[in-house]
Nanobody, 126 residues
Framework: QLQLVESGGGLVQPGGSLRLSCAASGFPLNYYAIGWFRQAPGKEREAVSCINRGGGSTHYADSVKGRFTISKVHAENTVYLQMNSLKPEDTAVYYC???????????????????WGQGTQVTVSS
């Protein structure tokens, strides 16, 4: 069974850090581009960060640039999102998604992704 499982969410104070994990099972991530998306109540789902199948090319939304880091560990079949200097506006459900890709690019269009995880809640509040 192909699936993605996110973990690492929680409640953190402003300025704090969290590391989200996206573990893949049933398929090797080295053939897939990965995206982290988030959706806050009443807002549309937005791309936070994306990484290509090889792991060497990344993209960040302007709102998280310099604070978040995406990484791909093929040996663990896992993608991480390190989130530092968290702000209340980062509060959302975070999802990871996988897109099989023959090209070595990253993708911000949620509709182009093939497989989604169940999401993990991140709440930034004092």
């Amino acid at each position: 069974q192909l699936q993605l499982v996110e973990s690492g969410g929680g409640l953190v104070q402003p300025g704090g850090s969290l590391r989200l994990s996206c573990a893949a099972s049933g398929f090797p991530l080295n053939y897939y581009a990965i995206g982290w998306f988030r959706q806050a109540p009443g807002k549309e789902r937005e791309a936070v960060s994306c990484i290509n199948r090889g792991g060497g090319s990344t993209h960040y939304a302007d709102s998280v640039k310099g604070r978040f880091t995406i990484s791909k560990v093929h040996a663990e079949n896992t993608v991480y999102l390190q989130m530092n200097s968290l702000k209340p506006e980062d509060t959302a459900v975070y999802y990871c998604a996988a897109k099989w890709s023959s090209l070595n690019g990253w993708y911000t269009d949620a509709a182009s992704y093939d497989l989604w995880g169940q999401g993990t809640q991140v709440t930034v509040s004092s």
